[in-house]
């Protein structure tokens, strides 16, 4: 799958991953032409956690308020793009399969206008074993909606977990949104591959009954990351006249 690329987090955790699986592929041209306009821009994350969570410390009780990756993103284009505004949103969609984000897509493009949606999806869809081809169907009409709303798109894959991964095959649903971003020129975030290289590298150990508040932030930290690199890849890809 080609090199390593890495990215310091700010604990010093590296988030490395292969580089085929953090490159844009596809240009984001919608985002580009608003960053270079300067303009106030909206990020919007579907399907997320919220940017807190709150994780009990180990041995201690206490109730430890996390972020989550799209804080991360949000913090570090502000700072390589000050001049915009860049804005990070969520909407919170928990048990949601992709055919009700679909239906619930333009009201939620309506209301935030955003420049770049990052569509996180298949999890829901896989516990619940529905058919990919309805699953694929959903994602590709929501595509659609976000490019007729004028906004970019990045699909997310479900995350990995060796807790979960042999109760519900993700990979079926990884593969339908692998081919759905392929189809529809938008770049694909494979998170669940990321993971599982994390797990092989033992750069995180994911096979713990309760994730420490470390674990937790270093994660998303390095995902937030990646989703920095990618975003600012798509942005360089832009080219005159796409889309």
Not at 51 to 63: A, P, V
């Amino acid at each position: 799958m080609g090199g390593a690329s890495g990215v310091a987090a700010e604990t010093g955790k590296v988030c490395a991953a292969p580089s085929a699986l953090t490159r844009a592929g596809f240009p984001l041209p919608r985002l580009a032409r608003s960053l270079e306009k300067k303009e106030p821009t909206t990020i919007l994350v579907v399907n997320s956690a919220t940017t807190t969570k709150r994780l009990t410390e180990g041995g201690t009780g206490k109730s430890v308020a996390l972020r989550s990756f799209p804080s991360y993103i949000e913090e570090t284009l502000r700072a390589r793009y000050p001049d915009g505004g860049v804005v990070v949103t969520t909407r919170s969609q928990p048990r949601a399969t992709a055919e009700a984000i679909r239906d619930a897509l333009p009201a939620m493009l309506a209301q935030a206008r955003p420049a770049l949606v990052i569509w996180q999806t298949g999890t829901f869809d896989a516990i619940l074993g529905a058919e990919t081809s309805i699953f694929s169907d959903a994602v590709d009409t929501g595509i659609g909606y976000v490019h007729d709303a004028g906004a970019d798109l990045i699909l997310v894959s479900p995350q990995y977990s060796p807790r979960t991964d042999f109760a519900f095959d993700i990979g079926a649903y990884t593969n339908a949104l692998r081919w759905a971003a392929r189809l529809g020129g938008v770049p694909f975030f494979d998170r669940y591959a990321i993971m599982h290289f994390w797990e092989d590298e033992g750069i995180f150990d994911f096979d713990t009954a309760r994730p420490s508040p470390s674990l937790f932030d270093d994660v998303h930290s390095c995902i937030g990351r990646l989703l920095v690199g990618m975003i600012v890849d798509g942005v360089d890809l832009r080219t005159l006249g796409s889309r």
